[in-house]
């Protein structure tokens, strides 16, 4: 039986010591530790943000220390050598100006400084690489041990200025020498990992490491970030009085790297049992506007982000000038492994919404973007939700005008049928996922129309997608017919 006695939330808290010190809830991951130290010495782990990804690198950073007491009760701690203490060399970009050119640099300096003043070693070098590797071959000497690597968001230089492209690539560029270091101090050094949130492809930023272990997709560590269903039940026990253990499932469970477990973004969950209300937590904290303009840029509907499908090298490439939108969603955590088939001994992945949070808020996202009229946007949205609980077809058949008479007019005068027609129905879809509601979409025929089905109340409604051209003044004009049908 678990400890039923409740204990702090660590809401952000991204410190091992603090959270084992001041009797906060923790999720024991040490497992996944010695696992990885057993397996090999260089490994590489991509997460959507608040995954805790910062927080296991601290256990990382603890455990090399050999802060033994902060391990008592854990997992790894009886099988694992207390009387060595290696040296760490952690570096951390998640906080700067990294769309500044030349910052990136400053940064890295004043970090590895820092940890050479902390160890007693006067810096030679002016710059990163060199300082960098002097630093790990003179603490490995000076110790006696040699030394753990471990760098948190790694990417984050690149993905802050993915909007100065330029800036972008010289960040990426001056990473790859600096953690070609790494591989090229192989001698003096006994671990390393690196996490964020992208997979920059091999050619790029890795080329220099190619001796990293990749286990993203490694259904050994799915479960090495975010909390299990068995988490919730045991560790969090006592927090779950007053909630309805089916709706937390239903809200926020469903991200998945292959396992067996599909996990929990922890942030949501701790927010929950804060709060007892349930709400887009994680969504909230990061705002989609580079993603939204991809998917709209790149004509991806709304309609197809349920039912995406990408090779394992597509989910695990990622570079300033080359994104495809499977892997941004997968990566930023707003698409997740939904199943896996092989096809000539490659493996593909189906990618759909993890859970409620995602589907809906993803979805209001994007009709912000695409109708432009927030005042107009809340009203259409309430009136959808009470017409369809009072079954009202007319008053549907109005506000169906209302979507798209909300569609900015410039956007269809400028477009083909074709891109209209996905347009439209990527309006008329989003309205009906931002409410929350249970929704299937299928493609009837190769000719564009789309069947979306909505069940809501015990009915069960049928909506048909048909853009019909209408001739007028040599120009062709869209005319969007839209039949439903109700089902009880």
Request: hydrophobic share 40%; aromatic share 18%; no cysteine.
């Given at each position: 039986m678990h400890n039923m006695t409740k204990r702090r939330l660590p809401i952000g808290i991204q410190t091992f010591r603090k959270i084992r010190e001041e009797s906060y809830y923790y999720v024991d991951k040490t497992a996944h530790i010695q696992r990885l130290i057993d397996e090999g010495s260089h490994f590489f782990l991509s997460r959507p943000r608040r995954f805790g990804k910062s927080l296991f690198l601290d256990t990382l950073k603890e455990l090399f220390e050999g802060n033994e007491p902060l391990f008592e009760g854990l997992h790894i701690h009886d099988y694992w050598d207390w009387q060595i203490r290696y040296p760490v060399v952690r570096l951390s970009f998640g906080k700067g100006n990294f769309k500044e050119a030349e910052y990136l640099h400053a940064n890295v300096m004043a970090q590895l400084h820092t940890i050479a003043e902390e160890a007693g070693i006067a810096p030679r070098y002016d710059t990163a690489p060199e300082c960098f590797s002097d630093l790990i071959r003179v603490l490995h000497r000076q110790v006696g041990q040699r030394v753990a690597v471990l760098i948190d968001e790694y990417d984050k230089p690149i993905l802050d200025a993915l909007e100065v492209p330029e800036v972008a690539r010289a960040n990426r560029d001056f990473l790859r020498g600096l953690y070609a270091t790494i591989k090229d101090s192989d001698a003096h050094v006994k671990f390393t990992f690196l996490t964020g949130v992208s997979k920059f492809s091999k050619v790029h930023i890795f080329s220099g490491l190619n001796n990293l272990i990749d286990i993203t997709l490694d259904p050994d560590y799915s479960a090495i970030c975010g909390y299990t269903e068995t988490d919730l039940d045991t560790v969090f026990a006592p927090e779950l009085p007053g909630l309805d253990r089916e709706e937390i499932r239903d809200w926020y469970n469903g991200y998945s790297w292959r396992g067996q477990e599909k996990v929990y973004n922890p942030f949501d969950i701790l927010l929950l049992f804060r709060r007892h209300s349930f709400d887009a937590y994680w969504f909230e904290t990061g705002t989609p506007t580079f993603l939204i303009e991809t998917l709209f840029n790149r004509r991806v509907s709304s309609l197809k982000l349920d039912e995406m499908i990408g090779s394992s090298d597509l989910l695990s490439t990622f570079d300033v000038d080359d994104i495809a939108p499977e892997a941004?969603?997968?990566?930023?955590?707003?698409?997740?492994?939904?199943?896996?088939?092989?096809?000539?001994?490659?493996?593909?992945?189906?990618?759909?919404?993890?859970?409620?949070?995602?589907?809906?808020?993803?979805?209001?996202?994007?009709?912000?973007?695409?109708?432009?009229?927030?005042?107009?946007?809340?009203?259409?949205?309430?009136?959808?939700?009470?017409?369809?609980?009072?079954?009202?077809?007319?008053?549907?058949?109005?506000?169906?005008?209302?979507?798209?008479?909300?569609?900015?007019?410039?956007?269809?005068?400028?477009?083909?049928?074709?891109?209209?027609?996905?347009?439209?129905?990527?309006?008329?879809?989003?309205?009906?996922?931002?409410?929350?509601?249970?929704?299937?979409?299928?493609?009837?025929?190769?000719?564009?129309?789309?069947?979306?089905?909505?069940?809501?109340?015990?009915?069960?409604?049928?909506?048909?997608?048909?853009?019909?051209e209408l001739a007028s003044e040599g120009a062709a004009m869209a005319q969007l017919q839209v039949w439903t049908s109700l089902f009880t």
């Open positions: 941004l969603l997968f990566q930023t955590g707003y698409l997740t492994i939904t199943g896996e088939e092989n096809l000539g001994g490659k493996s593909f992945y189906r990618l759909g919404y993890p859970n409620r949070e995602v589907r809906q808020s993803l979805n209001e996202s994007l009709l912000d973007y695409l109708v432009k009229d927030s005042t107009r946007l809340m009203a259409n949205s309430v009136q959808l939700y009470r017409l369809l609980e009072a079954n009202d077809f007319a008053g549907m058949e109005t506000l169906f005008h209302a979507f798209y008479a909300s569609i900015p007019y410039d956007w269809y005068t400028n477009n083909d049928i074709a891109n209209f027609e996905g347009y439209y129905a990527s309006v008329f879809y989003s309205y009906f996922a931002g409410l929350g509601l249970n929704i299937t979409v299928e493609d009837s025929s190769s000719h564009g129309r789309v069947d979306m089905t909505v069940h809501f109340n015990d009915n069960i409604y049928l909506f048909e997608f048909k853009v019909v």
